[in-house]
């Protein structure tokens, strides 16, 4: 089954600095990926996605990039903010996409 | 994005009781609906697929007729946990996803069971 999994369990930024958040999966047959954040006491809720035939994917001050050759992802927050303070998710999904199956998680805290 | 729905929010029940967990989605039609457990500072851990109108599928070692799913309808999913112990206080969380238009899947905000 899929295994995805966090280098970091916790990152400290101070506001306004970038932050980056990895992400290792096992699963070669792992073909989407979602990045989660989930305040305290609430659900996760989507940031951004991506896809495997995909390398890099930008939204808005978030982008994510995908490595397939080592199997890595990384949330790369740009001007963290107090707000972005959270526990961040990756997720994946194989080929037929059915099942998400969620990482271990990394707590970011933002300094002002 | 779409709308889940989880109620109650939280609930605190007697050892040995039953629980039942609802989910709704509001402004679409689920085909497949996810629950998940998270215990603190850890992961969401997936306990079934449940599609709607047919019986849920559990991961393994989740235990089918302690934590029973019902999808009777497109909008709602309910868990109840069934004799529930203190080992079963966690966040429980569902998600619900329209395989038939190929959307993400959208998380409820979560029911924090507590046992005594």
């Known amino acids: 089954g899929e295994n995805v999994g966090l280098h970091l369990p916790t990152l400290s930024v101070q506001e306004g600095d970038n932050s980056i958040i990895n992400c290792a999966y096992s699963n070669s047959a792992s073909d989407y990926f979602i990045w989660y954040k989930q305040e305290s006491g609430k659900g996760p809720q989507f940031i951004i996605d991506?896809?495997?035939?995909?390398d890099k994917r930008q939204g808005q001050r978030v982008t994510v990039l995908l490595n397939k050759t080592v199997k890595h992802l990384s949330l790369q927050i740009a001007a963290t903010q107090p707000g972005d303070s959270a526990v961040y998710f990756c997720a994946g999904q194989n080929t037929g996409g059915f099942k998400t199956i969620f990482g271990a998680g990394t707590r970011l805290f933002v300094k002002a | 994005g779409a709308v889940v729905s989880q109620h109650p929010s939280w609930v605190i029940c007697k050892s040995g009781t039953s629980v039942k967990i609802e989910c709704r989605s509001l402004d679409f039609q689920a085909t497949t609906m996810f629950w998940y457990r998270q215990f603190p500072k850890q992961s969401l851990m997936l306990m079934a697929t449940s599609n709607e109108g047919s019986k849920a599928t559990y991961e393994q070692g989740v235990e089918k007729d302690k934590f029973l799913i019902n999808h009777a309808s497109l909008t709602l999913s309910t868990l109840t946990v069934t004799s529930a112990h203190p080992e079963d206080s966690s966040f429980y969380i569902c998600?619900?996803?329209?395989?038939?238009?190929?959307?993400?899947?959208?998380f409820g905000q979560g029911t924090r069971l507590t046992v005594v």
């Open positions: 991506i896809r495997s035939n995909m």
């Open positions: 998600s619900a996803r329209d395989f038939s238009m190929n959307t993400e899947a959208f």
